[in-house]
């Protein structure tokens, strides 16, 4: 896990948001270790700006079984990253916090997705109220992630359309979204206290 980036925040948290990142935030183009090749998806960088300005924080939380599988090592990872955060906000660290998972899914993880650990001592460690967090992905495994932490989990379909995240979408009664930009909507739906 790479964590420890300073809390961007300015005023009250609103909540956090969970974030993947390959099919959520950016083209998923297949193990993705140039940072030229970062594309970021429709309606990206405006709803995570205007999250950002409504006091949520915004935590990237993504699998890298690239680097387990030795196709690319952490400094890839780490570049792509910094990629996405300057198209996002004009600056290298745009997130309030990160987990990379770089196993592969054979191997035991404390935080490879499905896990919800990563969420949960987040939340802890903030001392934020499940009620207040959403995970949004485009893979069953992120639904799974948010789900098994308690919180509430929309799927994202605007790149690929996974049948199998679908139908856990669709069992768990949870929201979908085609366009990033509805998250915005989503967010701002009222919540109930869990």
Sequence with gaps: MSDGQTLKASGPVAGAIFLDRDGTLMHDSGYVSDPDLVRLLPGVRETLLALREAGFLLFLFTNQSGVGRGYFGMDAVNAVNARLSQLIGDTDTFFDGMCIATERPDEPSRYRKPSPNYILETMA?????????????????????????????????????????????????????????????CVRLPRTNT
């Design 125 to 185: 460690a903030l001392s934020l109220r499940p009620v207040d967090c959403v995970m949004v992905g485009d893979g069953r495994r992120d639904l799974e992630a948010g789900f098994g932490a308690g919180i509430r989990a929309i799927r994202y379909f605007g790149d690929i359309d996974d049948e199998a995240a679908a139908a856990f979408a669709k069992n768990h009664a949870m929201e979908s979204i085609s366009y990033f930009g509805s998250l915005l909507d």
